[in-house]
């Protein structure tokens, strides 16, 4: 049974620069069904004080300007990250070697796509919750960022690895996560004014 549904839109054809491309938007739906199969959607978040926040990110937070300036005022911080597993990504790679370029770029793109729209459905969770709990929150902000450094990669990493062993997940030496489609970020929380 697929993991998710992913719908064909004019939105999803843009991205994946098939727009013009009639033999290519001849071919998506079969290469959907296949990512469909291949995916393992996966999400976390936790809710943390900005304190503690500060003291985790140590010390790229506190020389973050970005991350000082957009939790100023926060009261607590969730860290999110969401991924789709290994599979979709060894396929695509496999298309490559096999010089079935069409295949394994639209693979590719397809599973930035929904490491992206992941993240976002999380986002929007989180908002919620923090609009219900009577609070308010920021964007969104992640790693690699303006001045946040990408090695704060390596905070997110350890927690979920702590939290979520289950999940596939590793850390290169360039602080990139793998699967390269996992996407983190962190949202600040604040009183209304």
Not at 20 to 47: C, H, M, N, T, V
Not at 87 to 101: C, N, Q, V, W
Not at 142 to 159: C, H, R
Request: aromatic content about 10%; hydrophobic content about 35%; proline content about 5%.
């Amino acid at each position: 049974m697929p993991a998710t549904r992913i719908e064909i839109s004019k939105r999803l054809i843009k991205y994946l620069q098939l727009s013009g491309d009639q033999d290519g938007q001849a071919l998506l739906p079969e290469i959907l069904a296949e990512a469909e199969d291949l995916i393992e959607p996966w999400s976390f978040k936790e809710r943390v004080s900005t304190e503690d926040f500060f003291k985790l990110f140590h010390p790229w937070a506190g020389q973050s300007r970005s991350i000082c300036s957009l939790l100023e005022g926060s009261k607590y911080v969730w860290l999110m990250a969401a991924g789709l597993g290994p599979a979709l990504e060894e396929r695509s790679s496999e298309y490559f070697e096999k010089r079935e370029h069409f295949k394994g770029y639209i693979l590719n793109r397809l599973g930035s796509w929904l490491a992206e729209e992941s993240m976002r459905k999380l986002d929007r969770e989180v908002e919620r919750q923090t609009v219900l709990s009577g609070f308010q929150a920021t964007r969104r902000y992640s790693p690699g960022y303006k001045d946040f450094a990408l090695q704060a990669q390596e905070v997110f990493y350890s927690i979920i690895r702590s939290k979520r062993p289950e999940i596939e997940l590793h850390l290169s030496q360039a602080h990139i996560l793998m699967p390269e489609k996992t996407v983190t970020a962190l949202k600040g929380e604040f009183s209304p004014e």
